[in-house]
T-cell receptor
Framework: AQTVTQSQPEMSVQEAETVTLSCTYD???????LFWYKQPPSRQMILVIR??????QNATENRFSVNFQKAAKSFSLKISDSQLGDAAMYFC????????????FGEGTQLTVNP | GAGVSQSPSNKVTEKGKDVELRCDPI?????LYWYRQSLGQGLEFLIY????????KSGLPSDRFSAERTGGSVSTLTIQRTQQEDSAVYLC??????????????FGEGSWLTVV
């Protein structure tokens, strides 16, 4: 079974600084997707960034980028120029790309942004 | 609709009562998921529907939990004889079928269930 591990229950960063959230996963599949979701107090799960396993290039979305190390099964999220609105719970998630696939989530990292 | 819609947004029920939670997925999305999130915890998979295929019920925690999806669109999650440990946020999500390039799972805002 696939598992996703986020080893940092809480992280904090100063406004305008950079922070990296860690995620590792375990799978025997070769084709899969990885995601970072953000969950603010409103509970809405918001997709931040996605990475296809077959792509070697790391995904980037504005201030958000990932460091995808397929051999090491590592998928970290870097947030640059942190803003107060980035404060939220961040979940790493895995999904294999075959019929009947579901998202498997990590335990989450609570990010605090200090002004 | 524009997004995944869930109702009710909040529900308080007495222990032992039955509750129904509703999810209306994004139009055209054939895949529908239910997850449960207890306070301060990650998301726990409950059930998955894909088109007309038999649902994947492997995540349902007990036979008090059931879900159906009528007409391949709206889904209802039913919890019978609710217990206090059922208190959680129940999140619904939908997506295009697996294998579609660029596929992404979109979530609703959840239904917060409190059993007293």
């Amino acid at each position: 079974a696939q598992t996703v591990t986020q080893s940092q229950p809480e992280m904090s960063v100063q406004e305008a600084e950079t922070v990296t959230l860690s995620c590792t996963y375990d799978t025997s599949e070769s084709d899969y997707y990885l995601f970072w979701y953000k969950q603010p107090p409103s509970r809405q799960m918001i997709l931040v960034i996605r990475q296809e396993a077959y792509k070697q290039q790391n995904a980037t979305e504005n201030r958000f980028s990932v460091n995808f190390q397929k051999a090491a099964k590592s998928f970290s999220l870097k947030i640059s120029d942190s803003q107060l609105g980035d404060a939220a719970m961040y979940f790493c998630a895995y999904r294999k790309e075959t019929s009947g696939s579901r998202l498997t989530f990590g335990e989450g990292t609570q990010l605090t942004v200090n002004p | 609709g524009a997004g995944v819609s869930q109702s009710p947004s909040n529900k308080v029920t007495e222990k032992g009562k039955d509750v129904e939670l509703r999810c209306d997925p994004i139009s055209g999305h054939t895949a529908l998921y239910w997850y449960r999130q207890s306070l301060g915890q990650g998301l726990e998979f409950l059930i998955y529907f894909q088109g007309n295929s038999a649902p994947d019920k492997s995540g349902l925690p007990s036979d008090r939990f059931s879900a159906e999806r009528t007409g391949g669109s709206v889904s209802t999650l039913t919890i019978q004889r609710t217990q206090q440990e059922d208190s959680a946020v129940y999140l619904c999500a939908s997506s295009l079928p697996p294998g579609v390039v660029g596929n992404t799972i979109y979530f609703g805002e959840g239904s917060w269930l409190t059993v007293v």
